[in-house]
């Protein structure tokens, strides 16, 4: 069960549907009933949502605290555990805990709070509920936000520092926090994402069959027929190979996590249906298009230094606007006619591809340089 609002019985309901199912952890913390990792220190509750993107930073900012705090203790909550993170992720960092987080209503909190008894909260993506932010103030806990947008109850947080991930939320924030208290844009995940990839994936899969690589991202269920209609109708199928990603994919489509370092036929379309294969794509292919992009993939990509396209409409949860903007296109014909123009034009390509790696690098120094910041804040609590 996945029910984490306000309503005791809801959520009383969805607790005792996960205790007849044998998840007693995710029962136990949706009522308050959190364990803290270690015996004695001060602790830093780190609350996340959903996204995969913001357990993922909040993962990466336990790790720098552990290094700079030897006797605090965080606690790192979300409603929906991620697989890929947990536990790999957190190996080696000290002093953590994590697990299912309570839900809003006010009494779970209160419990949370209780057993907690946090030095500070800090809320990742996200901002306490109404409920919480109300008890954090009248037990004078200063909270933190980070990559978040301000939400109902943000107003009556006692915020110590909000920081958020785009110029969109900095503005949004504007109304509600002065500085020092709210900061300038920033996303630490750029300092995670994995800069330098032996580019070797290319000869790997392709070999000296074909020259062309192609990687379209967040695809939707309705979108796959559509995307292996126009790519078997194009003349880029006789040059190398598709990759496509997203939800819904057909079962016959091989996946890239079965790859035996085998080289494939020019013209087969591959499944990316592991994170783990971004670094290498990003490196490798000489185009992207991305349909939809978690910012972990937007990152990614600028750093692999690729030229891109984007499905109209697209919003980017970025700190700054990069420079260059990529062409927009709705069809995969109007997508693949653009790849074809990009191969013809090497240089401008080029140009392009390192425009993005450039923004990359930028936003990444200035992540490191706020992160010495934050954990100064953090060593002076």
Not at 115 to 126: A, D, E, V
Not at 133 to 140: D, N, V
Request: charged residues 20%; glycine residues 8%; proline residues 7%.
């Amino acid at each position: 069960m996945s029910y984490y609002g306000s309503n005791a019985w809801r959520a009383r309901w969805a607790s005792w549907q996960d205790a007849r199912a044998g998840r007693l952890a995710q029962a136990n913390a949706r009522l308050g009933g959190l364990k803290l990792p270690g015996d004695r220190g001060p602790v830093l509750w780190l609350q996340g949502a959903e996204r995969s993107d913001d357990l993922r930073l909040g993962v990466e900012l336990c790790r720098a605290i552990s290094e700079k705090r030897r006797d605090l203790r965080m606690i790192l909550t979300f409603e929906q555990e991620d697989p890929a993170l947990f536990p790999e992720a957190t190996a080696g960092i000290e002093r953590l805990g994590y697990g299912f987080g309570p839900c809003a209503h006010p009494r779970a909190l209160s419990t949370t709070l209780e057993r907690l008894r946090p030095l500070r909260y800090l809320g990742l993506g996200r901002n306490p509920s109404p409920a919480l932010a109300g008890l954090l103030r009248e037990r004078k806990i200063p909270a933190l936000a980070v990559a978040a947008a301000p939400s109902k109850g943000a107003e009556n947080t006692p915020w110590e520092a909000v920081l958020p991930r785009s110029q969109a939320q900095y503005r949004s924030w504007q109304a509600l926090c002065d500085r020092p208290v709210l900061q300038e844009p920033v996303d630490f995940l750029t300092l995670v994402t994995v800069a330098q990839v032996d580019p070797n994936f290319r000869n790997l899969i392709l070999g000296s069959q074909g020259d062309a690589l192609f990687w379209v991202t967040g695809l939707q269920a309705g979108d796959w027929s559509e995307w292996l209609a126009a790519w078997q109708a194009s003349p880029l199928r006789v040059r190398g190979l598709l990759f496509l990603e997203g939800a819904g994919a057909p079962a016959s489509l091989p996946r890239l996590s079965r790859w035996q370092r085998d080289l494939q036929p020019v013209g087969t379309v591959l499944q990316v249906d592991e994170a783990r294969w971004y670094p290498a794509l990003a490196a490798a292919c000489d185009a992207v298009h991305l349909r939809a992009a978690s910012t972990t993939q937007i990152w990614q990509i600028f750093a692999g230094g690729r030229p891109l396209s984007r499905y109209p409409g697209q919003s980017w949860d970025l700190p700054d606007t990069p420079a260059t903007l990529p062409v927009e296109w709705a069809t995969p014909q109007e997508v693949l006619q653009h790849w074809q123009r990009i191969l013809a034009d090497p240089i401008a390509a080029r140009e392009e591809a390192d425009a993005y790696r450039r923004f990359f690098w930028q936003q990444r120094r200035l992540a490191g340089e706020r992160l010495a910041e934050f954990l100064q804040r953090v060593f002076d609590w």
